[in-house]
C-alpha cells in the first residue's frame, strides 16, 4: 500500500455497481486518523452503497479499501471479521430493539464479543448511556424516549465495543435543529474524548460545515467523484459548480 502513515481508510480505484450498472467508479480518496470525514452529493449519487462497501457489506466491483495500509476485501474472512470488530455503526433510524430497553441493547455486542460478567456488561451500558447524556435511562424502552434521544442511545450501542471508526448514516434524518445540533456537538465531544475516526453520510448542510473536517463529493452523472478535502474550503475554492451549489442551498439570497 502506498506510504500514507497516518491514512485510516484508504479507498483505491474502487468502482461500486449492481450487476452491469455502474453506481460510482475510479473512486480514490483518504480518510485521516482522527478525521471527521463527510460522504456527500445529491441523491441517488450512492452514498449508502459506499458506506456499505466501507463495512464490508458490499464487495466492490473493482479496487478495493485499506484499513491502516491492510486490504479489507483481499483478507482472509477471519481477518476482515477482526478488522469489522473495530468498526461502530450508526444506521439512519437507530436501529434499536424495540422489545428490549435501551442497557440491553447496547448489553448485545458486549455480550456477543467479550467475555464479561453480566455486572460487568450493565456497568459498561451505563457508562456508555452516561457519555451520550442518557444516564438514569437505562430501563426505559426506545419507545419511552424522544427521536434525538433514540439517535443518542443508538451512538451508545455503536460504540460499545470502543471502536476506531464509528460510521454515521444521515444521524440528524427526522430530528428538529435543535437535536441535530445536538448530536453535532456530540459527536465532536466524542472525536475528542475517544479518538476516533468517524465517517458520516450527510446532506445537513450545518452538520457539514458544524463537524465536517473531510469530504468526498460523488456526482451521480458523471458516476465518481469531482471534490475531496475541507468543507469550508470546497466552497470557498471549488471550480464545480455543482458542488458550489450543494453547498449553497437555500443561502443564495443570504
Known sequence: MPGHQQAHIAVQDLTMAYGSFVIQQDLNFTVWHGDIFIIMGGSGCGKSTLLNHLIGLKEPAKGD?????????????????????????????????????????????????TALTPGQIRELASLKLALVGLAGFEDYLPSEISGGMQKRAGLARAMALDPEILFFDEPSAGLDPISSSLLDDLILELRES?????????????????????????????????????????????????????????????
Do not use: C
Request: aromatic share 10%.
Open 65 to 113: 479499501v485499506w484499513y491502516h495500509g491492510q486490504s479489507f476485501w483481499t483478507a482472509k474472512p477471519a481477518e476482515r471479521e477482526r478488522m469489522m470488530r473495530r468498526f461502530g455503526i450508526l444506521y439512519q433510524r437507530g436501529a434499536l430493539w424495540s422489545s428490549m430497553t435501551l442497557a440491553e441493547n447496547i448489553a448485545l455486542p458486549l455480550e456477543q464479543y
Open 194 to 254: 475517544l479518538g476516533a475516526t468517524i465517517v458520516v453520510i450527510t446532506h445537513e448542510l450545518a452538520s457539514i460545515f458544524a463537524i465536517g473536517t473531510n469530504s468526498v463529493f460523488l456526482d451521480p452523472e458523471t458516476k465518481t467523484m469531482i471534490a475531496q478535502g475541507n468543507p469550508k474550503q470546497l466552497l470557498a475554492e471549488s471550480p464545480h459548480p455543482k458542488v458550489r451549489q450543494f453547498l449553497t442551498r437555500g443561502k443564495e439570497h443570504a
